[in-house]
């Protein structure tokens, strides 16, 4: 019987155990910190863990990722460098980001913030509406998550740019790579949107200098990773009216510190980072199932490519 170490942090413990044990019954679930005999270790599923927490299991076979970005895994310098790190890839995840990512920019692009605010001042001012044809939304980030919020904007008409580190061709969509790429995009972008998985390469790409090649009165929706944003950078930008307004979802610290300035502003919105939440009852049946994959000698799908960081 296979053995799964539990080191999910920030999360509902019990039912991810139902879940997981309504998935394979024959899996046998330990919960950190009480792990037993570190030997027994199989596999590990792990979400925000503490440092070292893979440290000392002589027998892990892969580690499991609770979320689509693993770059809390990664931190840790104790994994091994052989072993397998799975992220998660589930079509709920993919589709609870594009319900995510539709919804803010179709707030932006139907003026709710302005409306809102005239709401507040008994204001009754209709403005006028631009086309969904004539708004450019670029979504940083072509992956799983990126790739389908660019083809679900596409079905509202929307003229959708995209950006990935290398050349990437998706119908109905016009695809940047590259640096040079990536500031031809942004010069373009009414909308931005952040999906990239956090690197070395991507960590801070959303700073002072790329902001400022958007369009005058662009928006930000970041729903990646709070990393990418230098935060310092985006009130200077608010305020002095090179950006409309920004969705954040991530942050770097995270929960954010109550006295921080992001909470006050009126042009910012922010999300306990919950654009996308992993649903215990698919996502166990898709590490189960790679599990058992794995045990009958098959390779396990999604590992991640450590030199890339996805």
Not at 154 to 176: E, M, P, Y
């Amino acid at each position: 019987m296979p053995v799964m170490l539990f080191a999910c942090f920030h999360v509902d413990t019990q039912a991810w155990k139902a879940a997981l044990a309504a998935a394979d019954p024959g899996l046998e679930i330990r919960v950190w910190p009480d792990i037993g005999d570190p030997a027994e270790i199989d596999y590990a599923f792990v979400w925000k863990q503490p440092k070292g927490v893979l440290d000392g299991l002589p027998n892990l076979k892969a580690v499991f990722s609770l979320g689509a970005g693993v770059e809390h895994v990664l931190l840790d310098d104790s994994l091994p460098a052989h072993l397998p790190l799975v992220r998660m890839v589930d079509p709920t995840l993919v589709s609870s980001m594009v319900e995510f990512v539709v919804m803010r920019v179709l707030h932006y692009h139907r003026h709710m913030p302005t409306y809102e605010q005239q709401q507040r001042e008994g204001l009754w001012k209709p403005l006028s509406q631009t086309l969904a044809s004539d708004r450019r939304v670029a979504i940083l980030g072509l992956g799983e998550l990126g790739a389908a919020s660019a083809r679900a904007l596409t079905g509202f008409g929307f003229d959708v740019l995209g950006w990935s580190r290398t050349a990437k061709d998706i119908a109905g969509i016009r695809c940047f790579h590259g640096p040079d790429g990536l500031e031809a995009m942004l010069a373009q972008a009414d909308i931005l949107v952040c999906l990239l998985p956090l690197t070395d390469q991507t960590r801070g790409i959303l700073n002072r200098r790329t902001l400022s090649l958007l369009p005058a009165g662009a928006f930000l929706i970041n729903a990646a990773r709070g990393g990418h944003l230098v935060e310092d950078d985006l009130i200077p930008l608010l305020d002095g009216g090179r950006l409309a307004g920004a969705t954040l979802d991530v942050f770097a610290t995270e929960p954010l510190p109550t006295d921080h300035p992001f909470w006050t502003h009126s042009a910012i919105t922010i999300l306990p980072h919950t654009a996308a939440l992993t649903h215990p009852g698919t996502a166990s049946r898709i590490i189960t199932a790679n599990i058992a994959r794995h045990r009958t000698g098959k390779g396990l799908v999604n590992v991640v490519d450590r030199a890339k960081g996805y």
